[in-house]
């Protein structure tokens, strides 16, 4: 699985500076993900400054800033300038929280944790495999996945832990399963005088390698038990306003548009939640079910 690493010698260069070769035969979806789009406001002080194609979300406060997920190493000057666009400063993010450690997430995190100087804070795992820029052996994609420019230091955080940066709380719940570092995340968001609750929802797909089996894998052996948890543990968290790592995992470009141009009156949409693990749940069975056997 190695990749060639453009304009470089092996070796002879620290991966912080390795550029990666994305294109098309290497990464099918990457110009898809990569097209720009206009940073937007959410509710309250939750913005997407993402990509069209992958979500990176800023939550902001008069005492610095929390980020999460860094989308493709390429997009990370994207990321930046939507965040500047919206008049805050790259500078003023304290910390950088991550989904999972896929390089269409975490990519981008190493660029831009330089140019903040932020903490970068994640679970056991993704805090590991963002340290190396690569997955391991227990990730269903580990024998597809791309590396990634790896991040300096990370955090380990807790299950459950709260990350706090100002008056800004938010909160980590592992929801492993597409790799097992997943982390959901939620926090309250206020705009004049209605607080709603956000919830960033992790990947929830059984997406693997050819060869991988969840269901009797022994490289992730927990990965069956790992994304039933997790599935029950989204479902019951508060949510009033779903956003996903892919945008199209919960409408969120379209319903965006929608709000803007008036023709839906908010984002609260509770429901969704709710579809959204329903839906991921029934995809997550009916693969275990193509697996045969019992799980
Ligand atoms: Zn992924």
Not at 27 to 43: G, K, L, M, Y
Request: proline share 6%; net charge negative; aromatic share 6%.
């Amino acid at each position: 699985m190695l990749l060639v690493a453009a304009g470089t010698t092996a070796g002879a260069q620290s991966r912080d500076t390795v550029r990666v070769d994305y294109s098309a035969s290497r990464c099918h979806s990457c110009a898809a993900w990569n097209q720009p789009h206009a940073p937007a406001r959410i509710f309250g002080n939750t913005y997407y400054v993402g990509t069209a194609g992958l979500s990176s979300i800023l939550v902001t406060s008069p005492k610095g800033h929390i980020l999460i997920d860094g989308t493709l190493a390429m997009s990370a000057p994207q990321v930046m300038a939507n965040i500047r666009a919206l008049g805050f400063r790259v500078e003023d993010i304290k910390v950088i929280l991550n989904s999972h450690a896929h390089f269409d997430h975490a990519g981008g995190i190493a660029a831009i944790q330089r140019a903040s100087e932020a903490e970068v804070a994640a679970s056991p795992w993704s805090a590991a495999t963002l340290e190396r820029g690569m997955s391991d052996s227990a990730d269903p994609q580990f024998a597809i996945d791309l590396p990634y420019p790896p991040v300096a230091s990370v955090r380990v955080i807790a299950d459950d832990e709260s990350i706090r940066v100002g008056p800004l709380t938010l909160t980590a719940h592992f929801t492993p399963g597409h790799t097992p570092g997943g982390t959901s995340w939620t926090w309250v968001s206020c705009e004049h005088d209605e607080c709603l609750h956000m919830l960033y929802a992790d990947s929830q797909t059984a997406v693997s390698a050819p060869g991988f089996l969840f269901t009797k894998n022994t490289t992730y052996p927990t990965a069956v038990h790992d994304f039933e948890n997790g599935l029950t543990r989204l479902a019951s968290l508060p949510c009033d306003i779903l956003m996903t790592t892919h945008p199209d995992a919960s409408n969120l470009i379209e319903r965006l548009a929608a709000r803007d141009s008036g023709t839906i009156a908010t984002l609260r949409d509770p429901a969704s939640c709710r579809d959204y693990v329903a839906r991921s749940r029934a995809a997550v069975m009916k693969r275990f079910a193509s697996e045969g056997g019992n799980p």
